[in-house]
């Protein structure tokens, strides 16, 4: 089955400076990547995602990368705002599988004012 | 538009005592329903799947156990809780037939067994 690994665990940047969190993923049949955003006590929001047929995919100061060779998606938020502060998760979804996402370990981003 | 609703937002349940959570999901039909549990505020660990009622797909073998009585109600049960079951427990949806779109997630359950 598919796996997804995701780093890093915990990203502590400047307010203002730009946040990067990359993820790999095993199965090449793998055609659908989005990221999740999750607050404190509440479930899991989609912020952006990428199909396999587009390398790059920006929306205001959110923007993901698709490298298909190398079987990795990253996330990159740029003038970061203390409102971005939460958990990331990025996920994968295997074609043809009823089974859902698998999903990263997620990464705890925290933004120092 | 779709919303998905899930309860009880918090639960505090002794050990042996039985479990059921319910999550419905309203403004669509047949949609894919799942279960995950995320343990320690980390990782995503999908517990079952449903692709119509009365189809339940188990991923990790455990102490609980799921059901769709209904096309849109997904329901998650243990008939005897484990201290080990502790954790926030999320229900999602999918548009059905299988397609590659996101999963809209609940707000969670987070439950303690003491």
């Known amino acids: 089955g598919e796996n997804v690994e995701q780093h890093p665990s915990t990203l502590s940047v400047q307010e203002g400076d730009s946040a990067v969190i990359k993820c790999t993923y095993s199965?090449?049949?793998?055609?659908?990547f989005p990221w999740y955003k999750q607050e404190l006590g509440k479930g899991p929001q989609l912020i952006i995602d990428?199909?396999?047929?587009?390398g790059e995919k920006k929306d205001q100061r959110i923007a993901v990368t698709l490298n298909k060779t190398a079987k990795h998606f990253s996330l990159h938020i740029t003038e970061t705002q203390p409102e971005d502060s939460a958990v990331y998760f990025c996920?994968?979804?295997?074609?043809?599988?009823?089974?859902?996402?698998?999903f990263g370990k997620g990464t705890h981003l925290i933004i120092q004012p | 538009s779709q919303t998905i609703h899930q309860w009880p937002a918090t639960l505090v349940q002794p050990v042996g005592s039985p479990l059921s959570l319910e999550c419905t999901v309203e403004?669509?039909?047949?949609?894919?329903l799942y279960w995950y549990r995320q343990a320690a505020g980390r990782g995503l660990q999908l517990l079952f799947y449903?692709?119509?009622?009365?189809?339940i797909s188990s991923e990790v073998p455990q102490n609980l156990s799921a059901s769709r009585p209904q096309d849109r109600q997904f329901i998650l049960s243990s008939k005897k809780l484990l201290l080990s079951d502790s954790g926030f427990y999320l229900c999602?949806?999918?548009?059905?037939?299988?397609?590659?779109?996101?999963?809209?997630f609940g707000q969670g359950t987070r439950l303690t067994v003491v």
């Open positions: 996920a994968a979804w295997v074609g043809g599988g009823a089974d859902g996402l698998t």
């Open positions: 990428i199909r396999s047929n587009v």
């Open positions: 403004g669509t039909s047949n949609p894919n």
């Open positions: 449903s692709i119509g009622i009365d189809q």
């Open positions: 999602a949806w999918s548009v059905s037939p299988v397609m590659n779109t996101e999963a809209f």
């Open positions: 199965d090449s049949a793998s055609n659908y």
